[in-house]
């Protein structure tokens, strides 16, 4: 966890792309955030231990370790949210960085407002982890009450069943973050049913009927193509 939350947010940069590393801070330094830059995962990591980051941003390629062990060794020690940059070929790699406790992902090349919503999505997931004890919480017409386990949608009372609540609940607990097909499926079903995305297929369709208003344009619950989901809060 980032112990403190800076005035202007620190974001440490683990890329040793120069080119990328240039236009990433020139994007973030533009929106007020303070960068600092590392080429090698060794050295992203004592940056990560000394300066105490609000987010850091992770390339999976790099030239002296695997970004999943940068991400594996931070975990051990740290909630900070991390963002990684993968390149469109691996996706398995993509998928084994989220599982082991990277918060969401950019497949290069990407733009820069899609890289700034995430950062921000990110910020404003954990500034709202240091506060919350699972208060009300509110998208597009729904309101969850996780202390009455009450699930309203334009005022009016919406049954989930205990499986769909379940799920609900793993997406609000995690929102703004992508989850994996498998995360999601080990949190909800057990750890005996890694198989069973047909079922998270058919929960996730079931929800977005009961919460979205328009379930085959959702605006909260979206999927991650191949990845999992996400819910997007605003
Ligand atoms: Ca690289």
Redesign the pocket.
């Known amino acids: 966890m980032a112990d403190t939350q800076h005035a202007t947010p620190l974001i440490v940069l683990i ?3 120069p080119q990328i590393r240039r236009f990433v801070r020139a994007a973030l330094e533009a929106e007020q955030y303070a960068v600092a830059e590392a080429e090698t995962g060794t050295q992203g990591l004592m940056d990560v231990g000394t300066r105490r980051p609000d987010l850091l941003i992770v ?1 999976l ?2 030239p002296d370790m695997d970004g999943i062990d940068v991400i594996q060794d931070i975990r051990s020690w740290s909630n900070l949210p991390i963002l990684i940059l993968s390149a469109r070929t691996s996706e398995a790699h993509k998928v084994k960085a989220l599982d082991v406790g990277a918060d969401d992902y950019l497949t290069k090349p990407f733009g820069i407002p899609e890289l700034l919503a995430r950062v921000r999505a990110l910020l404003r997931r954990s500034a709202r982890a240091h506060t919350d004890d699972l208060p009300v919480v509110r998208f597009g017409e729904v309101e969850v009450n996780p202390l009455q386990r009450t699930v309203t949608r334009n005022g009016e009372a919406v049954h989930l069943t205990a499986i769909e609540y379940r799920l609900l609940m793993q997406l609000i607990t995690n929102a703004e973050r992508v989850m994996t097909h498998s995360t999601l499926i080990r949190e909800v079903w057990g750890p005996h049913h890694a198989d069973k995305i047909h079922y998270l297929r058919v929960y996730m369709s079931n929800l977005r009927h009961k919460l979205e208003a328009d379930p085959n344009a959702p605006r909260y619950i979206l999927t991650a193509s191949g990845v999992g989901y996400r819910l997007v809060l605003a």
């Open positions: 890329e040793d792309e390339d390629g790099l």
